[in-house]
């Protein structure tokens, strides 16, 4: 919460509120946090916890401990090293980095930015064939994983963005206009950088527009997709496979039959559909649903290393973290990142030791006693 406090103090309104904000009431993005105080850890005591151990693998990648990092678009909004800074920062922590399909740096110069593990993040355009052509660009890049987000349909509603006008599209209040003029730094790291735009989506949407570029996106999300499309892509891809924005058990166990190598339980940290359950109330039906037949990742409003232990208790594998992160990137780039993975993991370790855990691959639901589930 205190890189978020730098964020929102270095990032024009707007721009902060693109990114903390959620849909409508902003309910759902405010459970996924609040519902991890429902599961009250019992810790074991006397057990020797001198060292703990954290490493595990997900999507065919080891890493150093149980979180990774969500996609998210648009990073260069944030810092002007945006994905690139990203990409170096989960690269020198040990931990897997999801590029969102939106990226303001292209999916080949991140691929060669770090040499860490890598999961691209798509999603099924209606121009099949462009959506067919990215999933080519990844293996010639060397994206190790690839992720397909299906819980947008549509976009979400998100009002903080229609009251600055950073919503699409752009009509920006008098307020927030003299908020970007009160954030010189800002602007300027902006300025040296150059046109901002979303290489990825320009070689689709033959533009360097990214106004132009953002309307080829709204054009081009299908609300028609459904899991024959995504049976295509897997076919497509042949490698380790995410689904993410699952939330139903009946859901979960269709991933498993398409032949998913993971599922991302997840509401996109509450900035689709405002009303929807938190993504840890869902997680232990669809972990004991699927069993060892995929891997579960949880994802939305984990804000404490104790919340890492409790998702896993509750049967994920592993975590995604999306604003964490970007509060860090906001707060201080590439360092930035790399502090806020740090405190959590800090807390992690911690949390494993207070609750008499050693190794993250034997959590189980014996330390966590509560109403949310199990
Ligand atoms: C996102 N998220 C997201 N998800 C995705 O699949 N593709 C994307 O391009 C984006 N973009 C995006 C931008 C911003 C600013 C945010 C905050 C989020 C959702 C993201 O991957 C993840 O699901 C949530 O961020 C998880 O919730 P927490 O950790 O932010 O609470």
Redesign the pocket.
Known sequence: MDLRALAQRRLPSPIFH?????AEDETT?GR??SSFNEARLIPRCLVDVASVQTATRVLGQDIAWPVIC??????R??HPDGELAVARATASTGTLY?L????THGLEEVASASAGAKMF?L?IFKDRDATCDLVERCKRSGYQAL?L?V??AVTGKRERDLRTGWGGPINLSLKSIASFASHPRWLLGQARKGLLSMPTVATMAGTTSIVAQTQYIGRELDPSVTWKDVRRIIELWRGPFAI??IMAVDDARRAVDVGATAI?V??????QLDGAAA?FEVLPAIASAVGNQTEVIL?????RGAHVLKALARGAKAC?????Y?YGLAAGGEAGVIKALDILKTEFVRAMQLSGCTDVRRIDNSIVDGRSGA
Request: aromatic share 8%; glycine share 18%; net charge positive.
């Open positions: 693109y990114l903390d904000g959620a993005a996924n946090t969500s996609p998210t678009g648009a990073s909004f944030w999801g969102s399909m939106n990226s993040q999603y992720c987000t819980d947008t993410k924005g991302i997840s509401n996109h940290g509450g900035r993504a994802d939305g409003g984990i804000r995604s973290i999306g604003r964490p970007l």
